[in-house]
């Protein structure tokens, strides 16, 4: 996970819309983004979908909530991953939210913004539920047009949809082999929320209406299967790998260091002792821990994420770009470790190469905002202004900053040739800029 010194979470992380009263953002991290595809794969199979096409995302919000704004993601917020207790009860949320998209619970209510199927207007798509999803009231979808009103529509469910969520994801949990009590713990970490005041009540009770009734229907669906099928030791541990290496970024380095030796596994511990001392800025004993990682697992591409990016962080930028090389090859079509190798090559004043390791990553996961930033520079320092403006215009567009965007994209296109594929992926932010500013 990339730090930002001053927000104690770093990385990767792509801002999703200007929110004035809470902004919501991604966390882009490889090796959780990996435990979780781990997790959602039997569960996504089980419900008829391709893991390749669904992808879990985690949003930077403390507050329990998970959410579907499209077919192709589900979102799950970090505080949620935090809080659940087990692999079974994470494995259940996603199988609740792969419902949804399944028994067709969004299509019926968001045919406009399904249609919107440009690079651009995705990521505005993703912008506006994000912003939505963490509460705030002007996020109206920015580039989209939607009114804030009818994301809440969008993201919110009826009692019935959740009936029917419920009853598909208890069967897809049993048919992918997962313990179904995982759904019946996670309506127990909700228990009660009902009689709190709207302001009071977490997210989820509120897109995901919770009672009484449905907590009895959900015991009800799970004793109807009879097995108490065995937790998977393969789950078990991605989900303490995702769990640990995110506590070990947004809690105090101090809570780490106490509490990893408790960690599923030794891996693990080391891992979370690595995070925790580079955030201390100790050098040595960062590396110290993360190599002890990679001794117990020696051809793990996201352990060598991790200490390329304590090297790059630590001005140790020649030796982040061998480590991250390491890694790509490792895991060579992985866009946020791509992304990296491209960062430290910057970093070591090696523009060019760095090109050419950005626009690979780019090319599997234009989402990642911050990659869209290296590659414009990356783009600047080789003399290519007009690809560095078009990469920045779509960087804006993603945030939902569509001044900003239409700027950088009527730049690009006075610059690129006119009729090429940068000069078209311009005008499609450019337009879509003018669309938002009209409205």
């Known amino acids: 996970m990339h730090l930002i010194k001053t927000l104690c979470l770093a990385v990767g992380v792509m801002a999703l819309a200007a929110v004035p009263a809470r902004a919501a953002s991604l966390i882009r991290d490889a090796d959780i983004e990996y435990a979780l595809a781990q997790l959602a794969d039997p569960i ?85 539920a994000a912003a939505a999803a963490g509460g705030g009231q002007a996020a109206a979808g920015v580039a989209i047009g939607t009114q804030s009103s009818a994301l809440r529509v969008l993201l919110g469910h009826s009692r019935a949809e959740e009936a029917s969520a419920d009853q598909s994801s208890v069967r897809y949990m049993v048919r992918a082999g997962v313990n179904p009590k995982g759904a019946v713990e996670v309506h127990e970490m909700f228990k009660g929320q009902e009689a709190l005041s709207v302001s009071r009540q977490d997210p989820y009770t509120r897109s995901h209406p919770l009672n009484r009734d449905r907590m009895r229907a959900m015991q009800g669906f799970v004793a109807a299967y009879g097995k108490d099928l065995p937790d998977s030791n393969a789950a078990l541990y991605w989900f303490a790998r995702a769990q640990g290496k995110l506590s070990a970024f947004t809690r105090a380095p101090g809570w780490t260091l106490r509490r990893a030796k408790d960690s599923a596994t030794q891996d693990i511990a080391l891992m979370r002792q690595a995070a925790a001392h580079h955030r201390q800025s100790d050098l040595k004993n960062a590396l110290a821990s993360i190599d002890g990682a990679l001794k117990l697992r020696p051809r793990d591409p996201f352990y060598m994420d991790l200490k390329g990016q304590i090297l790059l962080e630590s001005r140790q930028a020649g030796a982040a770009v061998n480590t991250y090389a390491q890694a790509s090859k490792l895991a060579p079509r992985n866009a946020l470790i791509l992304g990296g190798l491209g960062r430290a090559l910057l970093a070591a004043d090696r523009p060019r190469d760095a090109l050419s390791a950005l626009e690979k990553a780019r090319d599997r996961d234009w989402r990642d905002a911050r990659v869209l930033r290296d590659l414009s520079v990356a783009y600047a320092k080789t003399g290519q202004t007009g690809m560095a403006s078009v990469v920045t215009a779509e960087r804006y567009a993603l945030q939902g900053r569509m001044k900003d965007a239409g700027l950088h994209a009527k730049r690009a296109v006075d610059l690129l040739p006119r009729g090429s594929g940068p000069w078209q992926r311009a005008q499609d932010v450019l337009l879509t800029a003018e669309r938002a500013t009209k409205r």
């Open 44 to 128: 996504l199979r089980a419900a008829g979908l391709s893991p390749a096409q669904v992808r879990v995302l985690l949003v930077n919000d403390s507050s329990l909530n998970a959410f579907v704004a499209d077919t192709q993601h589900i979102f799950i917020h970090t505080g949620l991953l935090l809080k659940l207790p087990n692999a079974r009860s994470l494995q259940a949320v996603i199988a609740h939210e792969a419902a949804h998209i399944t028994n067709g619970h969004l299509t019926r209510r968001a045919g406009n913004v399904a249609s919107a199927r440009t690079a651009a207007g995705l990521g505005m798509i993703l912008a506006a």
